[in-house]
T-cell receptor, first 116, second 117 residues
Framework: DSGVTQTPKHLITATGQRVTLRCSPR?????VYWYQQSLDQGLQFLIQ???????AKGNILERFSAQQFPDLHSELNLSSLELGDSALYFC???????????????FGDGTRLSIL | AQTVTQSQPEMSVQEAETVTLSCTYD???????LFWYKQPPSRQMILVIR??????QNATENRFSVNFQKAAKSFSLKISDSQLGDAAMYFC??????????????FGKGTHLIIQP
């Protein structure tokens, strides 16, 4: 158990819809990362938040957005869903600050999103 | 942008034998971190081992060790005494140092490791 909690585990919806994926980081971790794993693109970094603020963006589509709340949980919002958005979405967390040495990212079990 | 290449889509090894998974990467940075993650059929992402680029000594974690060749930009994973539980997808990953930690991981496409009993 990594200590990172993602809900829901599975999500089935239709094209054009909007969904929200939720992540609770490990206790004490201030940084949250979102990744997408698909057959076509492999594992891709989407976005990172640290203590409520956006820190880095990867290959995140404009239809996707995220936020991190004061209690440090994060949500990834996916809108105008397309068939190609079907994927496993991972949340990971790590401790910050970086200056204390790199802390590895610990991954949740993922949310499997299926677009019909 | 950094890229990570895993040239072996699939590898097979007999139980108790040793196997080496290859990974090369491309970067213009001098400081960075490298990781191997394991993804079993349960789809969890499990950290296996990590290496800081500024350390010349190769990292070791029990049966897992790496061969880090910085000049060649190579980062292979050696699994000794392979066990059935080692069967999984293995991903090599890169993380920039210069971003102050504000960077996600860049992953390779993965190597599917099969353990033959």
């Amino acid at each position: 158990d990594s200590g990172v909690t993602q809900t829901p585990k599975h999500l089935i919806t239709a094209t054009g819809q909007r969904v929200t994926l939720r992540c609770s980081p490990r206790s004490g971790d201030l940084s949250v990362y979102w990744y997408q794993q698909s057959l076509d693109q492999g594992l891709q970094f989407l976005i990172q938040y640290y203590n409520g603020e956006e820190r880095a963006k990867g290959n995140i589509l404009e239809r996707f957005s995220a936020q991190q709340f004061p209690d440090l949980h994060s949500e990834l919002n996916l809108s105008s869903l397309e068939l190609g958005d079907s994927a496993l979405y991972f949340c990971a967390s790590s401790e910050f600050p970086y200056q204390q040495g790199d802390q590895p990212q610990h991954f949740g079990d993922g949310t499997r999103l299926s677009i019909l | 942008a950094q890229t990570v290449t895993q040239s072996q889509p699939e590898m097979s090894v007999q139980e108790a034998e040793t196997v080496t998974l290859s990974c090369t990467y491309d970067t213009s940075e001098s400081d960075y971190y490298l990781f191997w993650y394991k993804q079993p059929p349960s789809r969890q992402m499990i950290l296996v081992i990590r290496q800081e680029a500024y350390k010349q000594q190769n990292a070791t974690e029990n049966r897992f060790s790496v061969n880090f060749q910085k000049a060649a930009k190579s980062f292979s994973l050696k699994i000794s005494d392979s066990q059935l539980g080692d069967a999984a997808m293995y991903f090599c990953a890169y993380r920039s140092y210069s971003g102050g930690g504000a960077d996600g991981l860049t992953f390779g496409k993965g190597t599917h490791l099969i353990i033959q009993p």
